[in-house]
């Protein structure tokens, strides 16, 4: 069932001196680091949810049920070739703070074009209900909220100044072959939904590790030892 979870961007509860992360050199910088990781954490797994819901929606709209599968199957090979991601969760848990907050702010980099693309080709559906629009439109806002929330959150975890935004983003993942008809672009974007809710979900993990490691609940205490020397 769609749930309209987009709608729900007022949740996360920022106060008016840092509601969008944009002064990176006084008010979000002066939040505690907890609350910056919980704040960045919150952001993705909302970010998740919603492309889900997206997803989902999408399919029941666009995709024939004969179809499906089959292209559900292409959609779990979203690889981004420039990027190298921790392929399991042991391989993330081996690796530094540092590394693991460059990988969420490369993944969520490397989807800021293929989502404008997105946008764009949902934009000339003619039947694309209004909701499905207005989604994905917010998950453009909340993906570049999401990226400057990561780069104060960077600063302060690394006690090093903010990062900023790279001059060439990396390319994000785009199928193999240019659409040649109507049906063809809907699988494109059908995939394009499915590989992104995938990245998100690796982003909002990643952030969970980064929480996990600060703490010492009982939950986390295999992530503690696994990221001993």
């Not at 049920?65 to 089959?70: K, V």
């Not at 292409?74 to 081996?94: F, H, M, T, W």
């Amino acid at each position: 069932m769609w749930l309209l979870l987009w709608p729900c961007r007022g949740m996360l509860g920022y106060p008016p001196a840092c509601r969008e992360w944009t002064d990176t050199s006084r008010k979000c910088t002066n939040i505690p680091l907890d609350e910056l990781l919980e704040r960045a954490m919150q952001h993705a797994e909302l970010i998740y949810q919603v492309s889900e819901e997206s997803r989902i929606l999408f399919e029941e709209m666009f995709i024939p049920l004969s179809m499906r599968s089959q292209h559900l199957q292409r959609g779990q090979k979203c690889n981004i070739n420039s990027i190298s991601i921790p392929g399991s969760k042991v391989e993330a848990e081996s690796i530094s703070d540092k590394w693991l907050l460059h990988t969420v702010l490369t993944l969520i980099r490397s989807w800021m074009g293929p989502l404008l693309g997105l946008q764009a080709s949902l934009d000339q559906y003619d039947n694309a209900p209004a909701v499905l629009l207005e989604g994905t439109h917010w998950l453009m806002g909340r993906l570049r909220s999401l990226e400057q929330g990561v780069v104060v959150l960077t600063g302060k975890l690394l006690d090093e100044d903010a990062v900023v935004a790279d001059p060439l983003p990396p390319e994000g993942w785009m199928p193999a072959d240019s659409p040649q008809g109507p049906l063809e672009s809907v699988i494109r974007d059908y995939i394009l939904l499915t590989c992104f809710r995938k990245d998100m979900h690796k982003v909002e993990t990643f952030l969970k590790l980064l929480r996990c490691r600060r703490t010492d609940s009982p939950a986390c205490v295999a992530v503690q030892r696994a990221d001993s020397p």
